[in-house]
């Protein structure tokens, strides 16, 4: 198993998603773990404005571990590019954000990360499903249908996915 798979896996279990994230390819992890910090951002917010004080700590400390520990911690900085360092920028701000939205009860803060975030796990499930990224993007090309056997990605999805490292590497690439 990849490195990147050990330790997105390890993000899962520390944070106790209930799921078996070791079955999943590398792929199915990072649009998890983009999900989950959606769903905990969601479940925040949710309980900023019920009162619920401690629920609103617990999501907005499991999607800070996801951040931090799966996420972050896995890209690929050394061979990234300057995409990884830009994800490994916005993955610290959204940090800060969360950290702030605890500190103030700011649901605004929160719906700012899930705006953040949206498009990533948006480009993680059009790279998982090997569809082809909207037409108006700036470096959107036709793709060409993928095989089950050997998918192939949009050249922006194949630089994604490179940025989590060689366990990574999309075919097509």
Known sequence: ?????????????NVDVNTRATEHDPYELALMMFEAVLDSVTMAQGAIASGDVTLKVKQ???AL?????GLRTSLDLEHGGELAQNLDALYDYCVLRLTEANAFND???LAEVAQLIKP???AWRQ???GATPDPQ???ATPSTPATPSTPKAPPAARRMGSLYGAGM???GA
């Open 1 to 13: 198993m990849p490195a990147f798979s050990h330790r997105a896996a390890a993000a899962y279990r």
């Open 60 to 62: 907005i400390n499991r």
């Open 65 to 69: 571990k996801i951040l931090q520990d």
């Open 107 to 109: 649901a605004k803060k």
């Open 120 to 122: 990533l796990a948006e």
């Open 127 to 129: 790279m998982r499903s």
């Open 137 to 139: 993007a700036a470096d």
């Open 169 to 171: 590497a999309l075919a």
